[in-house]
């Protein structure tokens, strides 16, 4: 499991590669057993993912008359799931021929770990929203800037850790963005949403 000193040395790694500072790659663990353990973030990332979803299950519902909960959850978590693995499992397919096979596994621990830092200011404009100190356009247009944002930092994360050319570290923050609409959209669309 993750311990403590692992969850702040990979905070801190995170932190410095949101400011574009290559060296923060050395406060993950880059073998192949931090590899595995890093898909453990999901844990700790769902408390943010909750507060992020009650959020836009509110928005939704000041905007429709009604939303079923349990299909809502269902395809939150289902997309949270199917999100968490898809890049990986694709990547780990396409890797060799890409020519990206030596950053894979930096890459997906970074991905992994980064994950926690790009969801908090979700969770932070989600809070105001729900305590009501935000209109929902605000909302949305905060959630969209957030977005522009954490693109930037999937950029800088894959450029680092892939050491790739520009066009194919451009290249899998677009497949990365791609896979992540596909899923949340067929998520829903199972759940009937």
Do not use: C, H
């Not at 693995?85 to 021929?97: E, Q, R, S």
């Not at 404009?125 to 935000?134: D, K, P």
């Amino acid at each position: 499991m993750l311990s403590g000193q692992e969850i702040a040395r990979a905070l801190q790694g995170s932190w410095m590669l949101l400011r574009n500072r290559p060296e923060g790659m050395r406060g993950f663990d880059l073998s192949i057993e931090g590899f595995w353990r890093s898909f453990a973030v999901v844990f700790l990332l769902v408390p943010l993912f909750v507060v992020s979803s009650l959020a836009e299950r509110k928005l939704l519902l000041d905007e429709t008359d009604f939303l079923p909960a349990g299909a809502f959850w269902l395809a939150q978590f289902t997309s949270l799931g199917l999100d968490w693995v898809a890049l990986p499992l694709l990547l780990a397919g396409l890797a060799k021929p890409l020519g990206i096979s030596a950053g894979y596994v930096p890459f997906i621990v970074a991905r992994n770990w980064t994950s926690l830092l790009a969801a908090l200011p979700y969770v932070f404009v989600g809070l105001l929203y729900l305590a009501g100190l935000i209109a929902p356009g605000i909302m949305v247009l905060l959630s969209l800037v957030t977005l522009i944002v954490v693109i930037w930092y999937r950029f800088i994360i894959a450029r680092v850790a892939l050491q790739a050319s520009m066009s194919m570290t451009i290249g899998v923050v677009i497949l990365d963005i791609i896979l992540s609409l596909l899923i949340g959209e067929l998520a829903g669309r199972i759940w009937g949403l």
